[in-house]
């Protein structure tokens, strides 16, 4: 099996997805990608004007005829361009399904041989169908050369494009130039895929050491409770021998023998039922034995299996028996009584 496959999905999904929940002014620090503006066009605008945190320009800005009139802004600002998808070449592609990357695979073999255009001359983006399965999608095709010169014009006003977007699929972009606003943007991605990693072996860290503190703990405490079973065993020898009397030794054995251990029922129990029998509770009291849980195969059987032990007697069904998850399988509860001396 190949694990890499996995793991870059896994990889994929964190930077498509997760990154969108991480406010830009926090993403800089780590990605070192500055905060920008969305900028719209609008038939009715005349100049470059902030409404609601958002900038919107003039149309004519998408054009290479620009009104001289329109004002340069006096700081330059970085923008996302969200274009009108009237401006695209739109069309339907279906698709089988499959994941993201061979999708977009795809998708470009099937718009060099659908479309008149060659691969090296457009961008292109998708929004997926809501009304439908998923597998059909909306393409929105945009000439490189409009990209760059678009890009160019906005600069003369101030305007620094950081990405583009088409309006109907804004969750992804269909150019990034990240990486020519930023220096060393690669190396911004290194130190975030580094920080990554320590903050998961730090996570690691904080939760493997007390696991591994509680079970040195737990080591302490077995090693000390099988001195303290050994001190028992030898103050026992102790009393016995101060007794003096071999009736009241005798008498003392005989009740210590009458008396069930837990153990000698778990021993049993371990021995009488087979590998496809699993415990959830067992409970003991005053020689009865009750236990429940779940066998792959017949309950009714399984009391019949138990008959044929000599310190299990009068085993009988004291629940319901019920269905378990799977289709052989059946809940119970199974009532007995247990005798420690019968062999």
């Not at 998408?62 to 006096?74: F, G, Q, T």
């Not at 089988?96 to 990357?101: D, H, K, L, V």
């Not at 030794?249 to 021993?267: G, I, M, N, P, Q």
Request: glycine share 4%; net charge neutral; with cysteine.
């Amino acid at each position: 099996m190949n694990l890499m496959r996995p793991i870059g999905n896994a990889f994929y999904l964190w930077r498509s997805e997760i990154v969108k929940l991480i406010p830009e002014s926090v993403q800089f620090f780590f990605t070192g990608t500055p905060k920008a503006k969305a900028l719209y066009f609008s038939p009715t605008a005349t100049d470059i004007s902030n409404r609601d945190g958002k900038l919107i320009a003039p149309n004519d800005l998408m054009s290479a005829n620009v009104a001289e009139e329109i004002a340069s802004l006096r700081k330059p600002v970085v923008v996302d361009v969200i274009i009108d998808k009237k401006h695209c070449f739109e069309r339907n592609v279906t698709l089988p399904p499959m994941n993201t990357r061979n999708r977009e695979k795809v998708i470009a073999l099937d718009t060099q041989r659908a479309t008149p255009f060659d691969a090296s001359e457009i961008y292109w983006s998708l929004a997926s169908d809501k009304t439908e399965t998923g597998n059909k999608f909306r393409q929105f095709i945009f000439k490189r050369s409009e990209t760059k010169a678009l890009k160019l014009r906005l600069q003369q006003y101030g305007l620094i494009v950081r990405q583009f977007y088409i309006d109907t699929c804004e969750e992804q972009s269909l150019v990034d130039y990240r990486g020519d606003l930023i220096k060393r943007y690669r190396l911004w991605h290194v130190v975030n895929y580094l920080l990554s990693a320590a903050i998961i072996i730090l996570l690691a860290v904080s939760i493997g050491r007390p696991i591994y503190a509680d079970t040195k703990n737990l080591q302490e405490l077995q090693a000390e409770l099988a001195l303290q079973r050994n001190e028992a065993v030898h103050l026992r020898e102790v009393v016995a021998q101060s007794e003096g009397s071999k009736e009241e030794k005798s008498l003392f054995l005989s009740e210590l023998h009458s008396h069930v251990l837990v153990a000698d029922v778990l021993r049993e129990l371990t021995i009488r039922l087979p590998d496809t029998v699993w415990l959830s509770s067992i409970q003991y009291n005053q020689g009865t034995v009750v236990f429940s849980g779940t066998i792959d195969g017949s309950a009714a059987e399984l009391v019949l299996l138990i008959a044929q032990s000599r310190k299990l007697n009068n085993p009988r069904l004291s629940g319901q028996v019920s269905r378990g998850q799977q289709a052989t399988h059946e809940n119970f509860e199974i009532t007995a009584s247990f005798e420690r001396g019968a062999s």
